[in-house]
């Protein structure tokens, strides 16, 4: 009940514990909304965290297992505030290992994409970026223009040093020369512009902006001209020019684009517009070289938003180029580091400590509920909810309670605790995998049945990631939900992990984020090594833990839930792939390999294990359930999606990296902004949405 105006407070049912739903829950049950909202969140399995959930190993040494490799950006406002209140709403815990969000991350200032050269070798580009004032999750004003003056910077830094480095032209005025005069012109109008935009919106101030756009544009021209007429001198590493040049094209093309299409200041619009346009497509639109389209800086976007359909790499790959500008404009106008890692499991940093302060503040959270079916009313409302009950709670016991510690750190197991469950022994004694869709597991007791019309929910907040959403939304039949559904795509990715004693022979930088090693699937690698203090190993402990992923080719449609093998035969596709990585490992970690392929010596496993058995040590797994599968943004699907607030039926709010919140590219921080906005439309007190991308404040 509310506490000032006696009415009963709306009862809100969450449906899916993932990051979006978390922050939905933790948005409603924010004390400034006065207990106003009753929320209820349920989840199938034992844990919370969606795609970034992980678990400690009880059999080996509560070592961090993952889906599959996590940083945050620089640009991740939302999520970084969000997390910055959970940690100092806990942070009166004097024990708490981490007393606040940063201390919880490492902040990593390099970004690594690996570049196949004319031979077939291939090579690290390695990218040091600086660490800039402020930190993520504080208010940015005026974050567009802020976002214009970052790229204008990024420009002179490039095109200023191809221009001092250049071989002498024959021509009458010199390429350098006009590079740098056009540079000149290009940072006068780019203030003129940003000069522009700070005037009351009127008409005769819009367009006074559309004709400022339109000679900045003029003067990127020209200056993408005399960029790509750059030549090398002859003291010269030909990569380094070559990678240089890449840098300076991508830079202005960009600016480009963002001026003749409008996403300087973008508009829903402009951003639908892009997104009609394949971004590769809308490189070369802008005047782009192909050899700065079809670079490895570029692929490597590609790869961190596992963008291919069919999880097939061997074709270019398909992302909007709106939402694909819309993130660049993030990343390239980081506060703090342009990107964090986590120094413990992913559901460990952002999971865990958002349902502590969940359970302070009274939300109830039901684990082993899966949600499997919402039937909507005639008068177009969610009447009820079927939710099937997975395990039940010993009696007396306080409920279910998912967290230990380790370390010191609360931490997720990789399995229910099952000595708190009454079906836990069947449960331990058939490897039940409670997560699995295509679990042989039937259900203990009778399903639940919520109901509106009896009171047990009024508002649905859906935050079940849209794979697994065809099956459970059979009867919502309104002409926009099933056209959502229709253009949606997902791929499901592959994760191995391998802990490793001895170092890698890796030079450029001491723990990296690698992406674009796309000799096959697996085409990311991230050292994780920042987790090895916070497991428990006998020592000495490893020195390096791996992350590799990438998309799972798909063979063809997933199996219906009664192919209970199907798990297995996936995982060992999986554990195939990390085993022809590491074979060839070579460009990456030259100390461990060699013209016989891997030491399999330097993998940690038990005593008397040798040659690639070693290998079973170590840990994969297929994320092929429908909720795991990652999320597309392909070329025109932003226009099916929905927003959070919009769903057409009116007590059930979206809250998932799968709606339309803006950028509408898969990412922790797009699951929250989107939970944000479920949580905003049902309260009508809304919390400010940092960095919106629509909004010029």
């Not at 009963?8 to 909202?37: I, T």
């Not at 380790?406 to 469950?421: I, N, S, T």
């Not at 999606?641 to 990412?667: E, H, I, M, V």
């Amino acid at each position: 009940m509310g506490p000032d105006t006696g009415l009963r407070p709306v009862k809100v049912a969450v449906l899916g514990g993932g990051v979006a739903g978390l922050a939905a829950a933790f948005e409603l049950s924010d004390p400034r909304h006065g207990g106003r909202f009753q929320v209820t969140l349920h989840q199938l399995g034992w844990r919370l965290g969606g795609k970034c959930a992980s678990g400690r190993d009880l059999d080996t040494a509560r070592r961090t297992k993952e889906h599959g490799p996590h940083i945050f950006f620089g640009f991740y406002d939302n999520a970084f505030a969000l997390l910055r209140e959970a940690y100092t709403a806990l942070a009166a815990d004097p024990a708490r290992v981490f007393p606040t969000i940063e201390k919880a991350l490492v902040a990593h200032n390099s970004l690594v994409a690996m570049e196949q050269q004319d031979d077939g070798s291939w090579q690290p580009w390695v990218i040091d970026l600086p660490t800039l004032p402020g930190r993520p999750g504080d208010i940015l004003p005026q974050h567009q223009a802020r976002t214009l003056d970052a790229l204008v910077g990024i420009i002179e830094r490039n095109a200023t040093r191809l221009a001092v480095r250049q071989a002498p032209s024959p021509d009458a005025l010199d390429t350098d020369v006009l590079i740098i005069s056009t540079l000149k012109t290009v940072k006068l109008q780019a203030e003129e512009l940003t000069q522009a935009s700070l005037e009351p919106l009127t008409q005769a101030s819009l367009e006074s902006r559309e004709a400022a756009t339109a000679r900045f544009a003029h003067s990127l021209k020209q200056l993408q001209t005399s960029i790509q007429a750059a030549r090398p001198g002859p003291a010269e590493q030909t990569s380094w020019w070559r990678r240089l040049k890449i840098l300076a094209d991508l830079a202005v093309t960009t600016a480009i684009g963002m001026a003749i299409d409008n996403l300087i200041w973008p508009t829903r619009q402009s951003v639908a517009a892009a997104n009609e346009i394949e971004y590769r497509a809308w490189l070369l639109r802008h005047g782009a070289q192909s050899a700065t389209a079809n670079s490895a800086i570029v692929r490597a976007m590609y790869d961190t938003v596992f963008a291919y359909p069919g999880g097939d790499v061997t074709v270019p790959g398909n992302v909007e180029a709106g939402s694909a500008v819309l993130t660049q404009k993030g990343l390239i106008s980081y506060r703090g580091a342009p990107s964090y890692k986590m120094r413990t499991g992913t559901g460990d940093v952002t999971a865990a400590p958002l349902y502590q302060v969940l359970v302070q503040r009274g939300v109830t959270v039901n684990f082993f509920h899966r949600v499997d079916d919402l039937i909507p009313a005639a008068d177009g409302t969610i009447e009820s909810i079927r939710i099937g009950v997975q395990a039940t709670p010993n009696p007396g016991g306080g409920g279910y309670q998912p967290l230990f510690h380790v370390k010191g750190v609360p931490a997720w197991p990789d399995r229910p605790f099952y000595d708190q469950l009454v079906e836990g022994k069947a449960l331990r004694e058939k490897h039940i995998d409670l997560e699995s869709f295509w679990t042989c597991w039937p259900d203990p007791v009778q399903p639940i049945v919520l109901s509106r019309s009896a009171g047990d929910f009024d508002k649905v907040v859906l935050a079940i990631p849209v794979g697994a959403l065809g099956r459970i939304t059979t009867q919502l039949t309104q002409p926009g939900w099933r056209a959502m559904l229709a253009g949606s795509s997902t791929v499901p990715t592959q994760n191995v992990q391998v802990w490793l004693d001895r170092d890698t022979g890796w030079s450029s930088d001491a723990a990296p984020v690698v992406t674009g090693y796309d000799r096959a699937a697996i085409d990311t690698w991230l050292d994780a090594s920042e987790v090895i203090p916070f497991e428990d190993w006998t020592p000495p402990a490893p020195l390096h833990m791996a992350i590799l992923c990438g998309p799972l080719p798909e063979l063809g449609a997933a199996p219906p839930p009664t192919d209970h093998a199907f798990p297995g035969a996936e995982a060992t596709l999986v554990a195939n792939a990390g085993l022809q990585f590491l074979d060839a490992a070579t460009p990456l970690w030259p100390a461990l390999t060699s013209a016989n392929g891997f030491d399999w010596s330097a993998l940690r496993a038990p005593a008397g294990s040798s040659g690639p058995l070693r290998f079973q040590a170590q840990f994969w797994v297929p994320a092929i359930n429908p909720s795991d599968r990652y999320v597309l943004t392909l070329v025109g699907s932003s226009k099916t999606r929905l927003q959070p607030g919009a769903s057409g039926y009116a007590n059930l709010f979206l809250a998932g990296d799968w709606t339309d919140y803006g950028l509408n590219l898969g990412c922790f921080e797009g699951a929250v902004i989107s939970g944000l906005m479920a949580a905003n439309a049902i309260t009508g007190d809304p919390r400010p949405i940092l960095r919106n991308p629509f909004d010029e404040s």
